[in-house]
């Protein structure tokens, strides 16, 4: 089986900058995709930024030319570096991991965001 371990959370006062790592291990095959996911008090989960084994990438549209997903396929670490950020992005961070047949999530990690 697969474990997704998250680090790279924390406060961050608005127009700055925090980076994300998660690390996945276990079973991983050479075909996948691996993503950032979160979720607000309230609100639904929602995607933030997927690439795939082979380096393409998809950034929902509120993240766009602030944040920038990239990853090692080597160590099947994928890295989210967020600039700008606002208060808006506070939520809980969720790696991902799809590979056939199925997904895999991490615990999730904090990012808070003070204005």
């Known amino acids: 089986q697969v474990q997704l371990v998250e680090s790279g959370g924390g406060l961050v006062q608005a127009g700055g900058s925090l980076s994300l790592s998660c690390a996945a291990s276990?079973?991983?095959?050479?075909?996948?995709?691996m993503g950032w996911y979160r979720q607000a008090p309230g609100k639904q989960r929602e995607l933030v930024a997927r690439?795939?084994?082979?380096?393409?990438?998809n950034y929902a549209d509120s993240v766009k030319g602030r944040f920038t997903i990239s990853r090692d396929n080597a160590k099947n670490t994928v890295y989210l570096q967020m600039n700008s950020l606002k208060p808006e992005d506070t939520a809980v961070y969720y790696c991902?991991?799809?590979?056939?047949?199925?997904?895999?999530w991490g615990q999730g990690t904090q990012v808070t965001v003070s204005s």
């Open positions: 276990g079973r991983i095959l050479s075909s996948n995709a």
């Open positions: 690439i795939t084994s082979g380096g393409s990438t």
């Open positions: 991902n991991l799809a590979q056939a047949p199925r997904t895999y």
